[in-house]
């Protein structure tokens, strides 16, 4: 058996930490066999954050505001500064899109990775299987989704969110409208020329990437789009995506569950590495089904997630908020707070003072609607560490 690419394990995340090798990763990042870190699960669902990030790589290197890791890493808190401002508001459009119509459903021939388009098609393939995308890798499909086939960025954006382990409603929202053009309006274009510079060996030559950037620009602010490949009897390969966990041991319904413990530490998907706690102290982990009734997820990353609860939960809750907090109701909790919708809703009524993960920047009072505002603000600071 091939060990995992990403084991879910707070150790695997510093050891991750520790590898990275600021100037390499600056010289190479761009290209997608370059020197990424692989962090993004890890940071999704809380088994290390920004700050240990810093740490471990300040532990080996020079750092400070001009390190190109620590810019990117800005950019995460810049996404996360604007949903703590806005929360549902993420999903609206600051700015029209450039065409005026676009499809609401994913076209089957993209979904199963069939387009005709060497990248996209070898990129989503490795979505599929690996649960993460080269930065690259997304804008690319992300753009040829909006501007060359005309759907609807949300829709691209829901159907990614699902496949990827690091699936942050932040950072992917706000990804595809900036790829999109209506978060800064201005859409993000690319060309075969491009992908031949950041992916050599994937030949797009020839195909409907191969145009100018003028060609391009023309064909976004229009309302023409390319049609669908045809894909009859083509197997169908998109992993199914549900809004239920998948079988697991350790899970039962919070409306089955019995306290035994007059206090507990409670663990959600997105703070997965739980402080150093007493023997008496166990872990309950909660399932909240609203969430992902809307935000349904691939088996990987619910494997993902059970996976690194089971190791430190006595017991793993699925239910509603309602549910979830009648269940617990006399438990003395402690836990980590998220923006997440649904389970804020639950951590704020089950522990009303539970403080989010800690940050590296500031989060400015006043929304930053743009990053180099939000950066310029942040970086009058000293350096954090
Ligand atoms: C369309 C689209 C969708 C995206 N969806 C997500 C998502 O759901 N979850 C997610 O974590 N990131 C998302 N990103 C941002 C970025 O692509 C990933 O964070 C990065 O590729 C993760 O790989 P890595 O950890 O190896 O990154 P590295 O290059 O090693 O970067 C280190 C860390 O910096 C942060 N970071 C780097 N680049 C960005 C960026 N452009 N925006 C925000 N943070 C960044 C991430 O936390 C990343 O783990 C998206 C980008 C695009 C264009």
């Given at each position: 058996m091939t060990a995992p690419l990403f084991p879910p394990t707070h150790s695997e995340a510093l050891a991750k930490a520790a590898a990275v090798d600021p100037e390499r990763y600056a010289r190479?990042?761009?290209?997608?066999?370059?020197?990424?870190?692989?962090l993004s699960p890890y940071l999704t669902h809380g088994l290390i954050d920004v700050p240990s990030v810093l740490q471990q790589v300040a532990a080996k290197h020079r750092i400070g505001w001009d390190t190109k890791f620590v810019f990117e890493l800005g950019w995460r808190e810049y996404f996360s500064h604007v949903w703590s401002h806005l929360n549902e508001g993420i999903w609206n459009e600051p700015h029209d899109p450039p065409a005026q119509r676009y499809a609401e459903t994913m076209p089957a021939d993209i979904v199963n990775a069939t387009t005709g388009v060497p990248i996209i098609d070898q990129q989503i393939r490795a979505l599929y299987s690996t649960g993460y995308l080269h930065n690259h890798a997304r804008m690319w499909i992300a753009s040829y989704v909006v501007h060359l086939r005309k759907v609807s960025w949300r829709a691209g954006a829901r159907w990614m969110y699902a496949h990827l382990l690091d699936g942050d409603l932040a950072s992917n929202t706000l990804s595809w409208q900036w790829v999109a053009g209506t978060w800064t309006g201005k859409p993000y274009l690319f060309n075969a020329e491009n992908v031949a510079r950041y992916a050599p060996g994937v030949d797009c030559r020839n195909?409907?990437?191969?145009?100018?950037y003028e060609a391009l620009g023309a064909f976004a602010y229009g309302n023409d789009f390319v049609k669908a490949a045809r894909i009859d009897g083509a197997q169908m390969i998109e992993p199914t995506v549900s809004a239920e966990p998948p079988k697991h041991p350790a899970i039962q319904r919070a409306t089955e569950f019995q306290a035994t413990s007059p206090r507990a530490w409670l663990m959600h998907p997105w703070a997965l590495h739980p402080p150093q706690l007493d023997a008496q102290t166990p872990v309950i982990g909660v399932i909240n089904s609203e969430f992902h009734a809307r935000y349904p997820w691939s088996e990987q990353r619910w494997r993902f997630v059970l996976d690194a609860m089971e190791i430190a939960c006595s017991h793993i809750l699925v239910g509603t908020t309602d549910e979830l907090t009648r269940a617990l109701k006399g438990v003395a909790l402690h836990a980590t707070q998220t923006l997440n919708p649904h389970y804020d809703d639950l951590i704020a009524r089950l522990v009303p003072l539970a403080p989010l993960p800690p940050r590296a920047f500031k989060n400015p009072n006043l929304l930053k609607r743009s990053f180099t505002s939000f950066w310029n603000h942040i970086n009058r600071e000293a350096f954090p560490l």
């Open positions: 190479t990042r761009n290209a997608l066999t370059g020197d990424v870190s692989y195909t409907l990437i191969d145009q100018s």
